[in-house]
């Protein structure tokens, strides 16, 4: 099994290009204040009031957790590897700042009589390794993810070629909907054209020529990925320290012009130790603590600019399992089936406060999984709001039958058995610890016996007991970074192995069906039906939803050019330069 379906992004059941399972958001990511303003002398405005740009020199970007080293999108679980292939790959299809998709590597047409897309791919693209860039590499991507023995988290974004159902049960050699026109040109047929056809079907191409003699399940763990991986991005890999640091050099014949900077160091940092890194000049840019933004914004040679992000953190319930052989979630956990028991516990909880202790307010809070950059999302007057209401939630468990029985200060469950709750989270960030005891402390002034589960969980940890269902996790607090189109198939479907709630809901389902129907091509009527399910799921409640994030990204004065919106701040990598270049 594989794991974090990724944050950011970036895949799973439809449109998850870029749905990633985040790190510690609340204070890896902030979220929340006015997003719309820019710091000064930063983004757009760079080039203007720094003169014109510079070749040379290096810039170091900071990620406060260690990464996998998984560098194929093909292949990647989070953001932690993500952030690095941003510098070393490109997608067919890019996304702007309204979120739409638009041509990246190649010109895309989507005819919906005959259910097919063809790609052009764009001229003078090639591998790192100066190998171009052809149409077999785009169907080889396809291939790989729709093997049998690829065990990565695309399978989705693949599934609606026609043919690959087939090609994945082992019942055929080939995928028949995939026509190799030229060397430039591919038509897929596919099984049907939906709303966000575009946005879910894979765009990343594979290098066939460098994964040449790997067999598909090797290829995770192969040092063409790991150790030598290639790419048609602005910069190429020049040395890993695994888990620690990637030094990239610019690939000089990039198809969309040399990079202004020599190279970028990836490097991993103590997020304890952030404000001082950027103080002294040793980071360049980096998705700052928002725990930190108050001492960070003061800093003379930083500017700190705020963006409203497309994810969101929460709380889940654990309310089954993953059945591997079937392919579809079990609801079969009965500790946490008792709606009104979950509603109580969000009514438990302080998330305003969580938000103003240990983000500096730094995000919005919600009540459903669509974050307010979202354009599908819902006028929050029409959800119920979990607001902090400790008495409403000590009512609630009272009425549910969670009440203390032997007077020892702790609810037991409604057989009069004793009642615990096991607590999961993230380590990684400096608030983690005291965020989680403020959350165990709301839970436990209601009565409830909430503990940790074993203390923290570095990121990877965390997820893969998430996605193995591990016995002793019962609720756990995490955060998805989304994809640009709001189908919440990838997250909530009761097929999806990313639904770690292991929810399921026959309407829910229906309604993530109606979502993507002829009739959703519509916007506002899809607008409307995801405001249904948006309802539906904060009245069902299978994760308490805590707030949407505003990201904080600190970049040094020297650094220019760099462009952020709500996915992120590595935009057009291959622009970016640095002001005393010539010093260096």
Request: glycine share 8%; hydrophobic share 35%; with cysteine.
């Amino acid at each position: 099994m594989k794991k974090k379906v990724w944050l950011f992004l970036l895949i799973f059941l439809s449109l998850s290009l870029f749905l990633v399972a985040c790190a510690d958001t609340t204070s890896e990511e902030g979220e929340g204040s006015s997003g719309d303003e820019k710091a000064e002398g930063s983004g757009d405005d760079a080039e203007a009031k720094a003169g014109e740009p510079k070749k040379g020199g290096t810039v170091t970007f900071a990620f406060t957790q260690p990464f996998q080293g998984l560098l194929d999108r093909g292949f990647y679980e989070g953001e932690d590897d993500e952030k690095i292939l941003r510098f070393i790959t490109d997608s067919l299809v890019d996304t702007n700042d309204e979120l739409q998709p638009e041509p990246g590597m190649a010109d895309f047409e989507v005819d919906k009589e005959k259910n097919t897309v063809t790609f052009t791919l764009k001229d003078g693209i090639t591998w790192h390794d100066g190998e171009p860039l052809t149409t077999e590499d785009v169907a080889y991507a396809y291939e790989v993810i729709a093997h049998p023995d690829y065990e990565g988290m695309r399978y989705t974004n693949v599934n609606m070629i026609e043919g690959v159902e087939a090609y994945n049960k082992g019942k055929v050699d080939s995928i028949s909907g995939i026509e190799i026109v030229d060397e430039k040109t591919i038509v897929l047929s596919l099984t049907d054209v939906a709303p966000n056809t575009i946005s879910n079907l894979w765009s990343y191409p594979m290098p066939k020529h460098h994964y040449e003699g790997i067999e598909v399940a090797d290829l995770p763990e192969s040092d063409a990925v790991r150790k030598n991986p290639i790419g048609t991005g602005p910069f190429k890999v020049k040395n890993i320290v695994p888990g620690e640091m990637v030094e990239m050099e610019k690939y000089a014949d990039y198809w969309q012009g040399e990079p202004y900077l020599d190279g970028v160091v990836y490097k991993v940092i103590d997020a304890s130790v952030a404000t001082g890194s950027l103080k002294n000049g040793e980071i360049d840019i980096m998705q700052a603590p928002s725990s930190q933004y108050p001492e960070i914004k003061k800093l003379d040679n930083v500017e700190a600019i705020e963006e409203p992000a497309l994810s969101f953190n929460y709380i889940g319930f654990k309310l089954g399992h993953w059945d591997a052989e079937k392919g579809v979630n079990v609801m079969d956990n009965k500790k946490f089936q008792n709606k009104q028991l979950r509603k109580a516990m969000a009514y438990a909880i302080d998330i305003q406060g969580i938000l103003d202790s240990f983000s500096n307010g730094l995000g919005e809070v919600i009540g459903a999984p669509v974050p307010p950059v979202s354009w599908a999302y819902a006028d929050q007057s029409e959800l119920e709001q979990y607001n902090y209401d400790p008495e409403k939630a000590k009512e609630l468990l009272d009425e549910a039958g969670y009440v203390d029985v032997n007077d020892d200060g702790w609810r037991e469950d409604p057989d009069g058995k004793e009642f615990t709750v096991n607590f999961d989270t993230m380590s990684g960030s400096d608030i983690s610890e005291p965020r989680a005891q403020y959350i165990l402390q709301n839970w436990q002034d209601v009565g409830i016996n909430a503990k940790l589960n074993g203390g923290l969980k570095e990121f990877n940890l965390f997820y893969d007991v998430l996605e193995k269902d591990e016995p002793s996790v019962e609720t756990f607090m995490g955060a998805w970074g989304l994809a640009s189109d709001p189908d919440p198939t990838g997250l909530w479907k009761s097929d999806s192995v990313s639904n770690y709630a292991r929810w399921v809901n026959e309407e829910s389902d229906k309604l993530i069906e109606k979502g993507l129907s002829d009739e959703a091509f519509d916007q506002e009527y899809r607008k409307n039906v995801y405001v249904e399910w948006q309802k539906l799921i904060n009245d069902e409640l299978p994760n308490i939803f805590l707030y949407a994030p505003v990201d904080v990204y600190a970049v040094n004065k020297r650094l220019q050019n760099v462009h952020t919106n709500s996915f992120t701040s590595q935009q057009n990598t291959h622009l970016w330069w640095v002001t005393d270049a010539n010093e260096e």
